[in-house]
């Protein structure tokens, strides 16, 4: 039997793993995916907790995370593809101005 | 028996999640999550929550990756990231400080919560019963944010007719 806590560290690894994407790559399709690694692994830290406790709740809001996640990346990459007909590049570096 | 298999699996997760930051294409990087996105669902059947487990194939891994690789595909895919990088020493000293970051949060998360107690009921059923009762205002709000998402992204993708 492997214990939530295991469960929970995994995550922890995985969100780790996420935050060296967001910081590191340039590209913001890869951040953007980088973002939704770090979203999984709370994901998975909430089923984990809600293993321990024994009620469903931790699922519901797992359930819920992933429905925002969802309009997230309809929003997000709306917004990468209308800066890259503006700019032709896509560099998280050249962009540090909020405005076109 | 059950280690064995979440080893394996916990195994492939990193992995996957690895090669998503390693990898300069893009494309192979959406494939390296979609990978850990299936990982993550067998790790959700294994914590009992069959539903959560379809709901991540069908919606991460169908829907939302579906949408990346649409992305991906109309920016040009591998031309991003050339060139010298302004950035690159502030760049390399992220990695240390996200990896102290992991030493202190894997350990934090390890050590709260407690043995498996009873798993819940993680069926459809249950979860659709446990939605519709005590959790049926977030579920209406949710509604109206999605519709917001898409009004939001047809907007934003609409072309300008007059500047």
């Known amino acids: ?100 | 028996m059950e280690w064995v298999a979440f080893l394996i699996v916990a195994a492939c997760a990193v992995a996957s999640a690895v090669g998503l930051v390693v990898r300069a294409n893009p494309l192979h990087g959406a494939l390296f999550l979609v990978a850990n996105l299936f990982c993550v669902a067998v790790l959700y059947l294994m914590l009992r929550a069959e539903f959560l487990a379809l709901a991540q194939v069908i919606v991460y891994a169908g829907a939302i990756m579906v949408l990346f690789i649409f992305a991906i595909m109309l920016l040009v895919p591998g031309r991003a990231e050339t060139g010298p990088d302004p950035l690159g020493r502030a760049r390399r000293l992220a990695v240390p400080v996200a990896a102290l970051l992991g030493l202190i949060v894997v350990p934090l998360v390890a050590r709260t919560g407690g043995p498996a107690v009873a798993p819940p009921p993680g069926g459809a059923g249950a979860i659709g019963r446990r939605l519709f009762t005590d959790y049926l205002f977030p579920f209406e709000v949710t509604s109206v944010l999605l519709l917001a998402a898409l009004v939001g992204a047809l907007t934003l993708a609409k072309r300008r007719s007059t500047p």
Do not use: C, K
């Open chain 1, 1 to 100: 039997m492997v214990p939530p806590a295991s469960y929970a560290a995994l995550s922890g690894v995985l969100f780790t793993i996420g935050v060296i994407g967001v910081l590191v790559r340039r590209n913001p399709l890869v951040i953007f995916m980088s973002i939704e690694l770090m979203l999984n692994a709370a994901n998975l830290a909430f089923v984990a907790f809600g293993r321990t406790h024994g009620a469903a709740d931790g699922q519901i809001i797992v359930f819920f995370v992933m429905t925002v996640a969802a309009a997230e990346v309809a929003v997000g990459l709306a917004i990468i593809v209308a800066i890259f007909r503006a700019r032709y590049r896509i560099n998280v570096d050249d962009l540090s101005l909020m405005r076109w």
